[in-house]
């Protein structure tokens, strides 16, 4: 059954018996016809999701999207919430049935039990579908030989990925850290168009975790990312290490400092690029000095420049774009910190599996002549 590749899911309900939920790949259409579309899901007798789902008579089906591996780890156990609870891993509405529902899965069905029966080991629920959610795009969580994965779109006459490099075929799949990608790889792509010719590229941006998932199920072939607790198989490149540095309001007292200190930050509201793993690195400066506080979030790192130029707090941020404007034309002040802390290193990696094409290398040798250029 490892050989059959299934999409991952976690089955949530709630009711008179309490929330519960549970990740299972058991699940399947059994009739789209008539008026109540059904489905199946298959619940271990020893979760406690399986008597939840029969004394509350409903459950939704929250089809995961191929950057949510955490999520479906924490409710399979092997992930564990700092507060016990399985569904602060994410954020959550209830359905119409009340059954819990990820505020943006690939999909999600909302059913009522229609029966439920326990064949072996499991209990095969049947849902008679209430109600529906769809994402506008994304790629759905895939489960097969023990191991997430994306799933790849197969176009015809494409080559076979274990055949060696063809340089007459100009084809990269590049997957870059949403944060960083906008200031390196237009210079980049262009410069290798110069050399190549016009490209064949295949683009994914994402968080560091949505790029770790996609190299593992060789949904692309190289990706630029932070060197931060990535898998040993991969093939690692580093490029540079980036220091951080402050980002200040145009009238914020501290402008008048040639370096800050964290500790001086301490006392002033902190807009944090809650992204991983920008997110972790940032508040892990201030472990021995103090506890940050947070005024606000986000993850897109133009959001957090604009919520500084506002006035809304100051940043703690690594890429340094060439412009001190904010989207919206407003003065952004960069402060260098006082503190000697370790930089983050940007690197290249490669899942390692396979040869890479004739463009993949060239690009990967661009980037290391770019940074190596950079440092001389």
């Known amino acids: 059954m490892s050989c059959a590749a299934c999409t991952v899911n976690v089955v949530t309900t709630d009711g008179p018996a309490g929330r519960a939920g549970v990740t299972v790949s058991a699940m399947s259409s059994v009739s789209a016809d008539g008026e109540t579309p059904t489905l199946l899901v298959c619940v271990h007798h020893k979760s406690s999701a399986a008597d939840a789902i029969l004394q509350n008579g409903a459950f939704c089906v929250n089809v995961l999207r191929d950057d949510q591996s955490y999520i479906s780890d924490t409710f399979a156990g092997r992930l564990k919430t700092e507060?016990?609870?399985?569904?602060?891993?994410?954020?959550?509405?209830?359905m119409t049935t009340g059954a819990p529902r990820v505020t943006a899965p690939l999909a999600a069905f909302d059913c009522t039990v229609r029966s439920g029966e326990r064949v072996g080991t499991h209990h095969i629920f049947i849902g008679?579908?209430?109600?529906?959610?769809?994402?506008?795009?994304?790629?759905?969580?895939?489960?097969?030989?023990?191991?997430?994965?994306?799933?790849?779109?197969?176009?015809?006459?494409?080559?076979?990925?274990?055949?060696?490099?063809?340089?007459?075929?100009?084809?990269?799949?590049?997957?870059?850290?949403?944060?960083?990608?906008?200031?390196?790889?237009?210079?980049?792509?262009?410069?290798?168009e110069n050399?190549?010719?016009?490209?064949?590229?295949?683009?994914?941006?994402?968080?560091?975790?949505k790029l770790t998932e996609l190299l593992k199920s060789g949904?692309?072939?190289?990706?630029?990312?932070?060197?931060?607790?990535?898998?040993?198989?991969?093939?690692?490149?580093?490029?540079?290490?980036?220091?951080?540095?402050?980002?200040?309001?145009?009238?914020?007292?501290?402008?008048?400092?040639s370096e800050v200190s964290l500790s001086q930050l301490l006392d002033h509201r902190m807009v944090l690029l809650d992204a991983p793993p920008s997110r972790d690195y940032f508040l892990s400066l201030f472990d021995g000095i103090g506890e940050p506080t947070i005024g606000y979030r986000a993850q897109s790192f133009e959001m957090v420049r604009g919520m500084v130029a506002h006035g809304l707090g100051y940043s703690l941020l690594a890429t340094k774009p060439a412009s001190s404007m904010s989207y919206d034309g407003k003065a952004l002040v960069v402060r260098p910190l006082k503190e000697d802390v370790k930089g983050?290193?940007?690197?290249?990696?490669?899942?390692?599996?396979?040869?890479?094409?004739?463009?993949?290398?060239?690009?990967?040798?661009?980037?290391?002549?770019?940074?190596?250029?950079?440092?001389?």
């Not at 932070?226 to 980002?247: A, K, M, S």
């Not at 094409?357 to 040798?365: A, E, H, K």
């Open 83 to 94: 507060d016990g609870d399985k569904f602060s891993c994410a954020e959550w509405v209830p």
């Open 128 to 192: 008679e579908v209430r109600d529906i959610h769809i994402a506008p795009s994304g790629n759905p969580l895939i489960f097969a030989n023990r191991a997430y994965g994306s799933p790849v779109r197969i176009m015809p006459g494409r080559p076979d990925a274990t055949a060696a490099p063809d340089p007459s075929a100009p084809t990269m799949r590049l997957g870059s850290l949403h944060t960083i990608g906008p200031y390196l790889l237009p210079k980049l792509l262009r410069d290798l």
């Open 195 to 209: 050399s190549s010719g016009p490209i064949g590229l295949e683009l994914h941006e994402g968080d560091q975790r």
């Open 219 to 257: 949904a692309i072939d190289v990706a630029l990312l932070y060197d931060l607790d990535l898998d040993e198989g991969f093939d690692v490149i580093p490029l540079t290490e980036l220091r951080p540095y402050v980002l200040l309001h145009e009238q914020d007292p501290l402008r008048q400092e």
């Open 344 to 376: 983050s290193r940007l690197a290249l990696a490669t899942s390692g599996k396979a040869p890479s094409s004739y463009l993949t290398m060239r690009f990967i040798q661009d980037c290391r002549s770019v940074f190596r250029d950079r440092a001389a």
